[in-house]
């Protein structure tokens, strides 16, 4: 059973930071591309952050040049930092990543969600 494990949510100042992970385990082949989305209230989930498993990197624009996602293959986890904060960073952040399973001979590859971690700004 292959599962994403986020941590790292919680409240924090505007101008503060905070940075999420997830954690990739179960029994698979190999992940693809590792994802952030957030969902704030009332809105549609939305794609913050992208990085291939090769490192490269997109960002929505709302994010660009406060945010930076990275991963560690070794430990098949990735990570957002989040810096200078806004109020409209508030939502759950969850986790995606395209993963790789065998069985025998047979490779497939699915999406998996984490639970999502709430992000909260304070006034």
């Known amino acids: 059973q292959v599962q994403l494990v986020e941590s790292g949510g919680g409240l924090v100042q505007p101008g503060g930071s905070l940075r999420l992970s997830c954690a990739a385990s179960?029994?698979?082949?190999?992940?693809?591309?590792m994802d952030w989305y957030r969902q704030a209230p009332g809105k549609q989930r939305e794609l913050v952050a992208v990085i291939t498993n090769g490192g490269r990197t997109n960002y929505a624009d709302s994010v660009k040049g406060r945010f930076t996602i990275s991963r560690d293959n070794a430990q098949n986890t990735v990570f957002l930092q989040m810096n200078d904060l806004k109020p409209e960073d508030t939502a759950v952040y969850y986790c995606?990543?395209?993963?790789?399973?065998?069985?025998?001979?047979?490779?497939?590859?699915?999406?998996?969600w984490g639970q999502g971690t709430q992000v909260t700004l304070s006034s």
């Open positions: 995606h990543a395209r993963i790789r399973t065998r069985v025998e001979v047979t490779i497939s590859i699915r999406d998996y």
């Open positions: 179960g029994n698979f082949f190999s992940i693809d591309d």
